[in-house]
Antibody, heavy 124, light 110 residues
Framework: QVQLQESGPGLVKPSETVSLTCTVSGGSISSHYWTWIRQPPGKGLEWIAY???????NYSPSLQSRVTISLDTSKNQFSLKLTSVTAADTAVYYC??????????????????WGRGTLVTVSS | QSVLTQPPSASGTPGQGVTISCSGSSSNIGSNAVNWYQQFPGTAPKLLIY???QRPSGVPDRFSGSKSGTSASLAITGLQSADEADYYC???????????FGGGTKLTVL
């Protein structure tokens, strides 16, 4: 059973950069798509980005200019970097594994295993 | 404003059935798979339904998914108090080239 654990700073000042790491255990990072999803307090889920073990990436258009996702297969970890944060970036950040299939413009992507989430608060 | 539209709330009494709707468009639900997630307060979401109607191992058959055109539904039969949670639909959106979620539906078991 794949398990994921997020780690991060908790509190970040406006305009700074927040870096989050997800450690994967119970499975190889050399498979699946590795994803970050966030949830502002009391609100819904928002997909941020995913990275495949090959290194290919995909970003949410609304966050693409401020986000970088990367993979460290030697440590079985993947990471998220979000720049120029504001109060609107305050959220619980989840890492998750995704299975993805596409053929003839039909896409199936679902998030099977999730971390417990880490709260990132942006405040001075 | 979420790309997929869900009712903010739904309710039912123990033993009854309830259906949660998810409305989208031809660029998402109309041409791609739909998944559903269940989330209890303070915990991470859990995959409930994938590929429109498939249940992961361990999900009771009281939960079922369906899709027609650009809309999808999650049906729960034999409601239990333990089913009180938030439910999210999700699909791939071809215009955004990525996954999108509904705004979530809070299910209350009266």
């Amino acid at each position: 059973q794949v398990q994921l654990q997020e780690s991060g700073p908790g509190l970040v000042k406006p305009s700074e950069t927040v870096s989050l790491t997800c450690t994967v255990s119970g499975g190889s990072i050399s498979s699946h798509y590795w994803t970050w999803i966030r949830q502002p307090p009391g609100k819904g889920l928002e997909w941020i980005a995913y990275v495949y073990y090959s290194g290919s990436t995909n970003y949410s258009p609304s966050l693409q200019s401020r986000v970088t996702i990367s993979l460290d297969t030697s440590k079985n970890q993947f990471s998220l970097k979000l720049t120029s944060v504001t109060a609107a970036d305050t959220a619980v950040y989840y890492c998750a594994s995704a299975d993805y299939f596409d053929r003839d413009s039909y896409h199936l992507l679902y998030f099977q295993h999730w971390g417990r989430g880490t709260l990132v608060t942006v405040s001075s | 404003q979420s790309v997929l539209t869900q009712p903010p709330s739904a309710s039912g009494t123990p033993g009854q059935g309830v259906t949660i709707s998810c409305s989208g468009s031809s660029s998402n639900i109309g041409s791609n798979a739909v998944n559903w997630y269940q989330q209890f307060p303070g915990t991470a979401p859990k995959l409930l339904i994938y590929t429109d109607h498939q249940r992961p191992s361990g999900v009771p058959d009281r939960f079922s998914g369906s899709k027609s055109g650009t809309s999808a539904s999650l049906a729960i039969t034999g409601l239990q108090s333990a089913d009180e949670a938030d439910y999210y639909c999700a699909s791939w959106d071809a215009s955004l080239n990525g996954p999108v979620f509904g705004g979530g539906t809070k299910l209350t078991v009266l």
